[in-house]
């Protein structure tokens, strides 16, 4: 049998949207949400217009994470480093292209593809795929490596069960972004103005594309609980007496054999950590009548702002902390504090590493029972002053309130009469 050789007609969609989806960034330079921090209504629908892989929609009327291919590139280009989110003095916040996207532009289209498959398969947050179980993924690239290409594979091809295929409902999304990489086309039920249920089927069809088919032959083989960084992250207890150990081969060089000789010779290089230097401000609110202003400089940490925090509402440091980089309680970019047995620990996160931005918003649980919870966000990063050795309030609003509910009093209380 000839041995198969991926051609630029298999990668081009998928190159070319990036690319598009790049110049769109670059140019238009298009303000995210403030709330999610992701591509604005309008945005997506001119965004979607110009683009292969596209959502059939009329009108502005959807969020970013209902275009599932814009939403896509969106976490790969941050994912992958290529773009960083920013902010300027108006708290908005925008992407910016990094040095690794001008490595990135210097690849040939496969060396782009596989970088791109790459950051997919070990950088993306699966989290619905995870939260049940990588069965369905694995359905997926084995059942597809098995096919023949353009074999029609209906429901149940994938689950063997007639009444039960995830991946045609509440998964279809993943489909998707397999298809994205065109790995398969899909056969979608027509739209109909009855609003879908999330277990309502999606999808009719499923068609394996040559390249797809053997693409998959490799990818099965690289199971996501080994290669996938977010699930080792969310399942790391799991794992401590018997983690799986990773091949030494590396992602490109499993691929190597289905490229022409020396069409993978480049990629981008790990992401050097970078120190923004300078003194950082940050708001502290509890809500809009108490708040506090704290300054520390890039060398200090996380666990350095928690202990302003506690002077700064003068509580008393006496229980469990996280703060949730993303602002959302009990997600899985925190950092936690140092008495508790969950890493990444607040005394290793430097201030200068963590690619904050300007109006960057962070949530600072304290005390896991009564849950105070305060917004955390920077205001400024002056690059200029004189580096601060010690972090300092430098402005507050309204009284500390009392950490407990109430104020104890020793002098009323007399055991003595017990």
């Known amino acids: 049998m000839k041995q198969f050789i991926t051609e630029e007609k298999h990668i081009n969609p998928t190159i070319s949207d990036f690319e598009t989806f790049c110049n769109f960034i670059d140019k238009q330079r298009p303000k995210l949400s403030k709330s999610l921090e992701m591509l604005g209504k309008n945005d997506l629908f001119s965004l979607n217009t110009k683009l292969i892989f596209k959502k059939d929609v009329s009108a502005p009327n959807f969020q ?3 275009y599932p291919f814009i939403n896509l590139m969106f976490n790969l280009s941050v994912m992958g480093g290529l773009y960083r989110k920013v902010g300027d003095d108006k708290a908005n916040v925008y ?29 993306f947050d699966f989290e619905e795929l995870i939260r049940w179980g990588t069965d369905s993924s694995d359905q997926f690239t084995t059942t597809i490596s098995k096919s023949k290409p353009g074999q ?35 056969k979608q039920f027509a739209i109909t103005n ?22 998959c032959k490799v990818l099965h083989k690289l199971n996501l609980k080994i290669w996938s960084s977010p699930f080792q992250i969310k399942f790391r207890f ?10 030494e081969v590396t992602f490109l060089e499993h691929f190597a054999p289905l490229f022409s000789d020396n069409s993978l010779n480049n990629s981008v290089k790990d992401e050097a950590i970078e120190n923004q230097k300078g003194n ?46 993303d602002g959302k309680r009990y997600s899985d970019e925190a950092y936690n504090s140092s008495f508790g047995d969950e890493p990444p620990f607040a005394y290793e996160a430097i201030i200068g590493e963590l690619g904050l931005y300007k109006g960057k918003k962070i ?56």
Not at 95 to 123: S, V
Not at 292 to 317: G, M, P, V, Y
């Open 152 to 186: 029609e594979l209906v429901k149940g091809s994938f689950s063997k069960r007639s009444d039960y295929e995830p991946l045609f409902s509440y998964l279809a999304v993943f489909v998707h972004y397999f298809s994205f990489f065109g790995f398969c086309l899909v």
């Open 194 to 215: 009855k609003k879908q249920g999330k277990f309502e089927d999606s999808i009719s069809s499923i068609y394996p594309t040559e390249f797809g088919v053997n693409m």
């Open 238 to 247: 799991y794992f401590e007496d018997e983690q799986p150990e990773k091949s």
């Open 280 to 325: 950082y401000t940050f708001k502290v609110m509890l809500n809009t009548a108490i708040w506090r202003k704290i300054k520390l400089s890039h060398k200090h940490t996380l666990e350095d702002l928690h202990l302003c925090i506690q002077e700064a509402f003068d509580f008393d440091n006496d229980h469990l902390y996280s703060f949730f980089m």
């Open 363 to 418: 949530l600072y649980l304290f005390d896991y029972g009564d849950s105070w919870e305060f917004q955390v966000q920077l205001l400024d990063i002056d690059e200029n002053e004189k580096e601060i050795k010690k972090p300092k309030i430098t402005e507050s609003k309204g009284k500390s309130p009392s950490q407990y509910g109430y104020e104890e009093d020793d002098e009323d209380f007399d055991d003595s009469n017990e």
């Open 64 to 66: 970013q994470e209902s």
């Open 95 to 123: 992407l910016e292209g990094t040095t690794r996207k001008a490595e990135y532009d210097k690849l040939n289209p496969f060396e782009k593809y596989c970088f791109l498959l790459e950051t997919f398969w070990t950088k």
